[in-house]
T-cell receptor, first 111, second 119 residues
Framework: TQLLEQSPQFLSIQEGENLTVYCNSS?????LQWYRQEPGEGPVLLVT?????EVKKLKRLTFQFGDARKDSSLHITAAQPGDTGLYLC???????????FGDGTTLTVKP | GAVVSQHPSRVICKSGTSVKIECRSL??????MFWYRQFPKKSLMLMAT?????????EQGVEKDKFLINHASLTLSTLTVTSAHPEDSSFYIC???????????????FGPGTRLTVL
């Protein structure tokens, strides 16, 4: 059973479109991170959310942490080909000292 | 930003041999490092947590005698795949916990990964 479920698993869109990726769990997390990974490379940290209901923006990317700290979403406005990659959410449970990764969303943005 | 390096980036070995992968934090001290395994188009599977100066903590189902982890300094952790077999072929990625983050946030800087192919 996957602790963190991401949807959709695959997403292919045209440049300029908007999209939302979801990360859901039945567990409560003390914090949640979003990473982006390109083929053949390691993931790169995009953001950390900590407070229930928190919203953070990073240029065209908007991240939200659910009120109950069980879920999160990533919204991309006007997607560009450079946004192509594997997006991973990772939750940290209180005192766990380690992260559990979601199963990932592979995004392809076509020019 | 902080940099984590991995060496080698690719390795091909014969079945039965051992392979060592190095993970280095280049410009910061990493008390805690992690080792992950990733299958094609799949997510990261945590193998073990490596703490400097102490024994690694392995996840359930990961054989500690098969995957030897040593974290002898604050900037270096190594993963040795002993007696490798074709089913060990995978993409291995290490990470270092961001020093300011602490356990609650567990933000990580990742290495570029090592592609292991066992023939």
């Amino acid at each position: 059973t996957q602790l963190l479920e991401q949807s959709p698993q695959f997403l292919s869109i045209q440049e300029g479109e908007n999209l939302t990726v979801y990360c859901n769990s039945s567990s409560v997390f003390s914090s949640l991170q979003w990473y982006r990974q390109e083929p053949g490379e390691g993931p790169v940290l995009l953001v950390t959310v900590v407070t229930g209901g928190e919203v953070k923006k990073l240029k065209r990317l908007t991240f939200q942490f659910g009120d109950a700290r069980k879920d999160s979403s990533l919204h991309i406005t006007a997607a560009q080909p450079g946004d192509t990659g594997l997006y991973l959410c990772a939750g940290v449970k209180t005192n766990a000292g380690k992260s559990t990764f979601g199963d990932g969303t592979t995004l392809t943005v076509k020019p | 930003g902080a940099v984590v390096s991995q060496h080698p980036s690719r390795v091909i070995c014969k079945s039965g041999t051992s392979v060592k992968i190095e993970c280095r934090s280049l410009d910061f001290q990493a008390t805690t490092m992690f080792w992950y395994r990733q299958f094609p188009k799949k997510s990261l599977m945590l193998m073990a947590t490596s703490n400097e100066g102490s024994k690694a903590t392995y996840e359930q189902g990961v054989e500690k005698d098969k995957f030897l982890i040593n974290h002898a300094s604050l900037t270096l952790s190594t993963l040795t795949v002993t007696s490798a077999h074709p089913e060990d072929s995978s993409f291995y990625i290490c990470s270092a916990r961001v020093p300011r983050a602490g356990q609650r946030y567990n933000e990580q800087f990742f290495g570029p990964g090592t592609r292991l192919t066992v023939l």
